[in-house]
């Protein structure tokens, strides 16, 4: 039966004006400060389907060219929780891209963060803080998410920055053969499948599906060949993997395609690995017993400066370096299926927030992709994702409808010059 309910803030935002089926948080009772806005996309816009988008018919998808069961709405995690600053202006393309894809977001409610909360995180005196202002908020703005994770109850959440771009075959295909291979890679059998799509959460407490990159080693000191090479790989807990999806090794961000090749990786082919040294925290999925090591012991919301680690993706990753005694078990999966979408110098969360503090600049490995970007209209290691803007409706249904039915379901890049899979 249809209720009905004023809008919501996210049809608002989106353009939509027909009533919508009210769905039910993971938890009903969360402290204000971790207050959640449900966006659960796939049911809110207009009815379109009156049950989640987990229950699609094999009519609904069996015209998929690649013939695998799609992800469910959380891809195979409890939950989705992106990090969304107050007033983000990436916000209404997030929920397009999820309502596109039917995906279930649940958007925690961020705080406002003001001069108070950044001199409290920092050593002082501040001059000698390592952390610009930028990545104390991002930091903190992370613990949020972590701990809204934490109240759902949930077993395993996936954390997402708000400028991530994804592939539209993502759902349909690239995820469901990636937690195949992780419950070979932790020893899940049949039986506990459809209950852990990634292998049952004792086996590993964090997975890296989006970064920068896992260079294996420290950057600075060089990435792929020359410096890596197929022992690398080998001394490593790993799977390769086929994957229809994979770009050509001349699409692939450089200093991704230059570390396949060092490691002899066939074309056409993902890894997933142990991390080594995995670089950014664009998406990653935690257990419950991970979140809390990371507010706690991994990331406190403070600055220790005997670990110099002044920005949360290298805590993060210093928790999870598998070769100097990391305390999280993590996994990189290579290339990464998030990726934030390509900004200039200073249009980031992190160099926004900053300000006039410190001078905004592109990482080098940002750089380096950057003229590849730009020839291909795409988003690093990304094949089929949003940055052309081809993908979006804004407000459109009939062309969201079009999207899903023709584009996502089936799997087919429909852009103008392809329409390939």
Not at 188 to 206: I, K, M, N, V
Not at 377 to 404: K, P
Request: hydrophobic share 35%.
């Amino acid at each position: 039966m249809m209720h009905h309910h004023t809008r919501s803030v996210e049809e608002k935002e989106l353009g939509l004006r027909a009533p919508w089926v009210p769905v039910r948080t993971s938890k009903q009772n969360r402290p204000s400060f971790t207050r959640i806005l449900s966006a659960t996309l796939l049911l809110f816009f207009l009815g379109l389907y009156a049950s989640p988008a987990s229950t699609w018919s094999r009519e609904q998808w069996q015209d998929s060219i690649f013939g695998v069961t799609p992800a469910n709405e959380t891809l195979g995690f409890g939950g989705i929780f992106p990090v969304v600053a107050v007033g983000s202006p990436r916000r209404k393309a997030l929920l397009e891209r999820a309502a596109v894809t039917e995906l279930n977001l649940t958007i925690p409610e961020q705080v406002v963060w003001t001069d108070e909360d950044v001199r409290r995180f920092r050593i002082f005196p501040e001059d000698k803080s390592s952390a610009g202002r930028g990545s104390v908020t991002a930091w903190l703005s992370h613990h949020v998410a972590l701990r809204a994770f934490l109240d759902s109850g949930l077993e395993t959440g996936l954390i997402l920055e708000d400028d991530v771009d994804w592939d539209i075959r993502l759902r349909t295909y690239q995820i469901p053969i990636a937690q195949r291979e992780a419950r070979s890679l932790f020893n899940t059998g049949r039986r506990d499948a459809g209950s852990y799509p990634w292998g049952r959460p004792e086996g590993w407490d964090l997975l890296y599906l989006g970064h920068c990159m896992d260079s294996f080693d420290d950057w600075v000191k060089g990435v792929g060949v020359g410096h890596r090479h197929p022992e690398d790989l080998e001394r490593t807990e790993h799977r390769v993997y086929r994957d229809r999806t994979m770009l050509a090794p001349s699409d692939l961000h450089p200093w991704t395609a230059s570390l396949f090749t060092s490691f002899d990786i066939p074309k056409g082919h993902r890894m997933l690995h142990r991390s080594v040294f995995p670089l950014c925290t664009f998406g990653y999925a935690v257990t419950r017993k991970a979140a809390a090591k990371i507010l706690t012991t991994i990331a406190p919301p403070m600055e220790i400066p005997s670990r110099q680690t002044g920005a949360y993706d290298v805590a993060i990753l210093k928790g999870c370096n598998s070769e100097n005694g990391g305390q999280l078990r993590c996994y990189s999966l290579q290339p990464e299926l998030f990726h934030h979408m390509p900004a200039k110098a200073g249009d980031g969360i992190v160099a926004k927030a900053d300000g006039n503090e410190r001078k905004p600049a592109l990482p080098p490995l940002a750089v380096a992709g950057i003229p590849q970007d730009m020839y291909r209209n795409e988003t690093s290691n990304i094949g089929c994702g949003f940055y052309s803007g081809d993908f979006y409706f804004d407000g459109d249904l009939e062309r969201l409808e079009y999207l899903r039915t023709q584009v996502v379901r089936p799997g087919r890049c429909r852009k103008p010059g392809r329409d390939v899979s």
